[in-house]
């Protein structure tokens, strides 16, 4: 029996076939080009070193994340660049750069400056917020807004991100 | 069940059966590999909670959203908690929407082979309540967090088709074992809930003193899932432990991720005496409707099948050697069947590409009646286990095909072994996909490998070191997703005990009804 099953698989196993990998369609490409847009914004978000709540100081300062725990410190980082001039945004061509956190009142204003030890340090825009002990846990759907000085208005978003991507408050 | 369900068929059926394999070797077809894998909807499981409410409408976030409290907003589902909102639009309807979704198994079913690829989550909102704002803009409500996925669940209040406020509510995961306590062999039920849709929180792994034996999904229930392992010994105190696991593996400091609130769940669990070996013991997974007709081996296409015969089967699952009655009309009268089963030959190592064939054996050769009817009667081959086709072919066409599911089926293990010698288990009917080809090995709750009824044509004869001091010890053979040639990119559940193969089985909604197998050995001195 066994050596019979054996030549059987023999003689198949010399026939087989084989087959092209799981053919996968590749996703539909952007159009080129795009929509034109007057200023660019990246926008991140990062921990801050120092919260209120030391109970949740982060094991490495200033690390980027979209998920945050109550009384973490969520830094808003940005660089923009205005198209049209290429210039950098700061606060030469910047009127205000502010950002809207649901249930916060007040708008909170980005400042311009360096960020790092010695004279090459980054300059870019920040703001910190402090994660109130009592907010609503899940998405925090922020807003960034920009106003250029010659009037240039620009905002960004997270829409169109995946929900695991935003910036989402955890217990 | 005893512990010899199947005799051994005598040495002149294994030869028979060896021809007749060896014919229908003959006959070897191409083999198809026509690659669709996509979701499958999940077949409809009892007790799985269903959606907490119905689909909301699409709605656009606002520039200036407020928020909502939660109170509580940590709680297992099912939970009252009360939500409340200030600073909206005075005396306004509003819809109360929770985030949540569906999750499938995606799986490439073929004429040849299933493969399965992992899962797939789809989110949306569903309308858990509706308020009214007071004349200041606030309201206040009452809700029951729905027993859903675990994990943080994005609420909305929603005025005028607009979101307006944002909360959120985190269903938190669940464990509960029973009993505490009792002899070898006791079945410990475990139960999650709060399972969530994410892959770092989709899965929870069991640990038995420190051992790992196994994982728990809950896919397709909605986050739940109630499974049972066996307590082993030797008597005295042993630790269970559950913990959240994200590519099969336990996250053992999920406390310093982002989920930090996976926290593992320990249990202590007195083994009670030694009372003996228990018997062998098969548990099946509950039964439920297939979603998908495809089988493997059914000809592709209704252009493979001929004419307007049809054939019945008298029983569509069994064990090898079972005997099937075949009914068939249409037939073309007074002209010799073939009967034959669809099978396939290959493995599955060393494997690049298909390493398998399409096969038929032939099962006999009746001839159909003068009105085109046929009465005959066939046996399951001693081979591959899984779904398979009975066809009828008459003048080299399929008039009619039938599939048949092939069930694994316990053979023998032995029963006293002393330590550090050898003992086997036996099993049979094993099939070749996927999803059924391997079954999961632990050794007193310790995972230790897999064994595959591929290349063996279902037989699988495992020959294991009996290790332990003496009294009994528990093997258990669960149900594994085998995940390579080919292999895709880290699918879950891969290549380890699937504890949670009873409601959440990848292949139930194919109608792989897989068991797992409970047995024990005597160590002696």
Aim: glycine share 10%; charged share 10%; aromatic share 8%.
């Amino acid at each position: 029996m066994k050596r019979l099953l054996a030549v059987l698989t023999l003689a198949i196993g010399t026939a087989m076939l084989t087959s092209s990998a799981l053919a996968q369609n590749p996703p539909t490409p952007n159009p080129f080009p795009g929509a034109k847009h007057q200023v660019f914004l990246y926008v991140d978000t990062v921990q801050n070193s120092h919260p209120k709540n030391p109970a949740v100081t982060p094991t490495v300062g200033c690390s980027q994340t979209n998920f945050f725990r109550r009384g973490q410190g969520v830094v808003f980082r940005s660089w923009g660049v205005e198209t049209k001039t290429g210039l950098a945004l700061t606060p030469d061509n910047v009127r205000y750069f502010y950002a809207t956190i649901p249930g916060v009142a007040t708008p909170l204003k980005l400042n311009f400056g360096a960020h790092g030890a010695g004279s090459n340090a980054p300059w870019f825009w920040t703001v910190n917020w402090d994660i109130p002990n009592d907010y609503p846990l899940g998405i925090v759907n922020y807003k960034l807004f920009v106003r250029m000085k010659d009037g240039t208005r620009t905002s960004f978003s997270q829409d169109g991100l995946a929900a695991t991507s935003r910036l989402t408050i955890t217990p | 069940m005893s512990s010899t369900a199947h005799t051994t068929a005598s040495w002149r059926r294994k030869l028979a059966i060896a021809g007749a394999t060896l014919a229908g070797a003959l006959l070897l077809l191409p083999a198809v590999a026509v690659a669709d894998p996509k979701p499958i909807p999940p077949p409809a499981i009892p007790g799985v909670p269903g959606l907490a409410g119905p689909v909301a409408p699409a709605a656009a976030p606002v520039d200036n959203m407020g928020i909502l409290k939660a109170t509580p907003d940590t709680a297992p589902g099912g939970t009252n908690f009360t939500l409340a909102g200030t600073g909206l639009a005075p005396g306004k309807a509003v819809s109360i929407t929770w985030s949540t979704g569906n999750i499938s198994y995606v799986l490439d079913a073929r004429p040849d082979t299933v493969d399965y690829l992992g899962r797939s989550v789809s989110k949306f909102n569903v309308v858990i309540g509706k308020a009214t704002t007071d004349s200041k803009g606030a309201f206040s409500v009452s809700l029951t967090a729905p027993k859903d996925f675990g994990g943080i669940h994005d609420i909305y209040a929603v005025i005028d088709g607009k979101q307006v406020s944002h909360g959120g509510f985190l269903v938190s995961r669940t464990v509960t074992i029973s009993p505490l306590k009792g002899p070898i062999g006791t079945p410990i039920t475990i139960t999650v809930t709060g399972l969530g849709m994410s892959q770092y929180e989709s899965e929870a792994a069991v640990l038995y003193d420190d051992h790992y034996s196994g994982l728990i999904a809950g896919n397709t229930t909605r986050g739940t899932a109630t499974v049972q392992i066996r307590a082993a010994g030797p008597v005295g105190q042993h630790m269970l432990e559950v913990y959240d696991a994200s590519h099969v593996l336990p996250y053992l400091n999920i406390e310093e991720s982002p989920l930090p609130w996976l926290t593992p769940f320990e249990f202590g669990f007195t083994v009670t005496k030694d009372a003996g070996a228990p018997r062998p013991r098969v548990e099946m997974p509950v039964t439920v409707q297939p979603t998908v007709d495809a089988r493997t081996t059914l000809s592709a296409g209704t252009a493979a099948v001929s004419g307007a015969a049809t054939a019945k089967l008298s029983v569509t699952n069994g064990s090898i050697l079972t005997k099937v009655g075949v009914t068939a009309s249409g037939l073309t009268a007074n002209a010799p069947v073939d009967l034959e089963w669809a099978t396939v030959v290959g493995n599955r190592v060393n494997c690049t590409g298909t390493c398998w064939s399409s096969v038929q054996v032939p099962l006999g050769k009746p001839t159909a009646a003068a009105d085109g009817s046929l009465a005959a009667s066939i046996t399951v081959p001693d081979g591959l286990g899984g779904w398979h086709a009975v066809q009828l072919i008459q003048n080299g066409q399929v008039k009619a095909q039938v599939p048949f599911f092939v069930n694994r089926s316990f053979v023998s293990i032995t029963k006293t072994v002393k330590a550090g010698q050898k003992f086997t288990i036996h099993l049979k009917g094993v099939g070749w996909t996927q999803v059924d080809n391997t079954l999961a090995v632990t050794y007193d709750n310790s995972y230790i490998g897999y064994a595959c009824g591929f290349n063996s044509q279902g037989d699988v004869t495992m020959n294991l070191v009996a290790t332990g001091a003496p009294g009994t010890h528990l093997i258990d053979l669960y149900p594994m997703m085998y995940t390579q040639s080919p292999a895709y990119p880290f699918p879950p559940l891969a290549m380890m005990p699937l504890l949670s193969f009873n409601r959440d089985g990848p292949g139930l909604a194919l109608g792989y009804n897989l068991p797992a197998f409970h047995l024990a050995i005597t160590v002696v001195k």
